[in-house]
């Protein structure tokens, strides 16, 4: 089945513990994005990623990083979280064919508590 | 910086009735998607739309792109509980990359 899986779905952490969101496709899709969703503040992308080893800043990019050294993976890492970044994560794929409006694949989603 | 709405913000409805929600943006842009999340769950899309004027249809639903580019519409007709959910707007600015909106919540009631 052509998914984007997203682990894990919950996490409590506390400031300043580092942590990793992973996501991996099984679509061999070129490009990946990170996006965070906030009540009243929509959807917002964090980092996307256009093939192996090219990754670019999103609209709020401040306080993570991401990495992209195989395709299927684009894990989101939170070096030093604090309770700002508390959210509900996705992680997206698509292919990437130079037209615009590909169809994004949505993983479930994590949600994060950052205490 | 593009401004994009959605309106309502939220909605309540009877089961049967109709409805209409709306995305309007302060610049044109090349090409919308519209996607529905579901509680617990990423969002799907639904449609792309493309040109301007045009007007898709997907069972009870049915998508329209403004005439100007700067304005997208969805209507339900005879809505069910199945159709509850998050609609999210994503309209493209030709940078090749989305932007969503902040979507209208629908609730349709048995």
Redo the contacts between chains.
Sequence with gaps: EAQ?TQNPRYLITVTGKKLTVTCSQNMNHEYMSW?RQDP??????IY?SMNVEVTDKGDVPEGYKVSRKEKRNFPLILESPSPNQTSLY?C?SSFLSGQ??E??F????TQLSVL | TQLLEQSPQFLSIQEGENLTVYCNSSSVF????W?RQEP??????LV?V?TGGEVKKLKRLTFQFGDARKDSSLHITAAQPGDTGLY?C?P?Y?N???A????NQVVVIP
């Design positions: 984007v996006y009243g503040l929509g959807l917002r992308q996307y996705f997206a615009p409006n169809k994004l949505f993983g479930s989603g | 090349s090409s919308l998607q996607y617990g769950e990423g969002p799907v899309l792309t493309v999210l994503a493209c030709g090749n990359r989305l969503f909106g902040k979507g």
